[in-house]
């Protein structure tokens, strides 16, 4: 009876001991003698002190910040990408069992995807199609993670740097391509105002007065306030008319 009172404590400790509590975003892997045994969690639970070991997985969204990556687009232009992973556990077990560190693992695939499928790629698609490397490299990621119980959310492309010499030529061929489109503008211009002014004289030729209210207007326009001259101009058809009369007389 004298033992009897101490190994009842001892087991109490025990007991009290094996009860665990894991909040909404954790879980509980347990381990029986070494071997897995059940997924627990959220909430109260109780395992048996000695024989079970708990490890405690935290199963919210993740940040991992890609560090700069040097890699040779499909053109051959040397840059640096860096990018951004939001990932997620949703199998702790796998995670716990299938590999050896999920974090690091994770991370040392989505730099290496990174590279691969931008150096598949020309710069300007880098550039201008982001979303679409995204979704190749979280698509890629995603299926490599899969075993290991982790769900790729999104990848985000952050900055790519580009090498100063590629800059001043990506900044000529953009006033090249500026230019070109100017000077395209202007000969559509050209082109329509040259239909018009077809148009105007096929006009004029059919109707011979429209050309004499053409001068009336032009008057008007030449005339402006306070002006002290005054231009007037006359039909060829009344000088040559003129002419003729001169011509008559002498």
Known sequence: MEFLAPLLLIAGILGLN???????????????????????????????????QKMQLDIRTKTVDIAPQETVTADNVTIKVNAVLYYRIIDPSKAINKVESYPAAVYQAAMTTLRNVVGQNHLDDVLQKRDKINQAVQQIVDEISEPWGIDIERVEMKDVEIPTGMQRAMAKEAEALREKRARLIKAAAEQEAS?????????????????????LQMLTEIGAENNTSTVIMLPSDILNLAQKLTEKKS
């Not at 239909?195 to 001068?215: D, F, G, Q």
């Open 18 to 52: 094996g009860f665990k509590i894991d909040r909404e975003y954790q879980r509980g892997v347990i381990f029986r003698l070494g071997r897995y045994q059940d997924t627990k969690g959220p909430g109260l639970y109780w395992i048996i002190p000695l024989v079970d």
């Open 195 to 215: 239909l018009k002014l077809a148009e105007a004289s096929r006009l004029i030729m059919e109707n011979p007065a429209a050309l004499e209210l053409r001068r």
